[in-house]
């Protein structure tokens, strides 16, 4: 258990549907982020937030949305995905800078149909 | 922005013999290197880093070299276990200034120790 929690583990979706994606953080941190994980791909940086005010979107389509309501979860909105959006999702936070240890969610299998 | 380039992209061992996983990175101004390790069904977690400012740091079996001048840096793994098979992968992280920069992570590399 790294303290980042992420539900739920696996959703399947079609491209219709709308779904959220949740990850809380029980480690004081006050940054977090979204990473997108494809095989064959490197980690790709989706979303920053740093005291819950967004500081990085990373040329994101607008069919995701980010939401932190609060320093302890942050939660991804999706909406009429695609196909190649299928990946697995990671959410990490850290203390306060990136070169803090970042601190990895076990991940969202996403399969969009 | 930052490229991370990352070898081999699958490595096999005989337990206990080591391993060496190598990253070269493009942007000068990167002056932090972690290594994460991803078990399966597991998000990553971090191993060892390295700052610019230092040469070599070492942790256990496990230790990490920084030629900033050739811009590359490796992981090594001696006296290799059944239990470090995962993928591994480097990143990069440019100083730009600014409270929150980014990490550029490289391809990943799969490592298979065989008992």
């Known amino acids: 258990e790294t303290g980042v929690t992420q539900t739920p583990r696996h959703l399947v979706m079609g491209m219709t549907n709308k779904k959220s994606l949740k990850c809380e953080q029980h480690l004081g941190h006050n940054a977090m982020y979204w990473y997108k994980q494809s095989a064959k791909k490197p980690l790709e940086l989706m979303f920053v937030?740093?005291?819950?005010?967004?500081?990085e979107n990373n040329s994101v389509p607008s069919r995701f949305s980010p939401e932190c309501p609060n320093s302890s979860h942050l939660f991804l909105h999706l909406h009429t995905l695609q196909p190649e959006d299928s990946a697995l999702y990671l959410c990490?936070?850290?203390?306060?800078?990136?070169?803090?240890?970042?601190?990895f969610g076990p991940g969202t299998r996403l399969t969009v149909t | 922005g930052e490229n991370v380039e990352q070898h081999p992209s699958t490595l096999s061992v005989q337990e206990g013999d080591s391993a060496v996983i190598k990253c070269t990175y493009s942007?000068?101004?990167?002056?932090?290197f972690p290594w994460y390790k991803q078990e399966l069904g597991k998000g990553p977690q971090l191993i060892i880093d390295?700052?610019?400012?230092?040469g070599e740091k070492k942790d256990q079996r496990i230790a990490v070299t920084l030629n900033k001048t050739a811009k590359h840096f490796s992981l090594h793994i001696t006296e290799t276990q059944p239990e470090d098979s995962a993928v591994y992968f480097c990143?990069?992280?440019?100083?730009?200034?600014?409270?929150?920069?980014?990490?550029?992570f490289g391809r990943g590399t799969q490592l298979t120790v065989w008992p």
């Open positions: 990143a990069a992280s440019p100083d730009r200034g600014s409270t929150l920069g980014r990490l550029y």
């Open positions: 937030y740093s005291l819950e005010e967004r500081v």
């Open positions: 990490a936070s850290s203390q306060d800078r990136v070169d803090d240890e970042q601190y």
């Open positions: 390295i700052r610019s400012n230092v």
């Open positions: 942007d000068s101004a990167s002056n932090y």
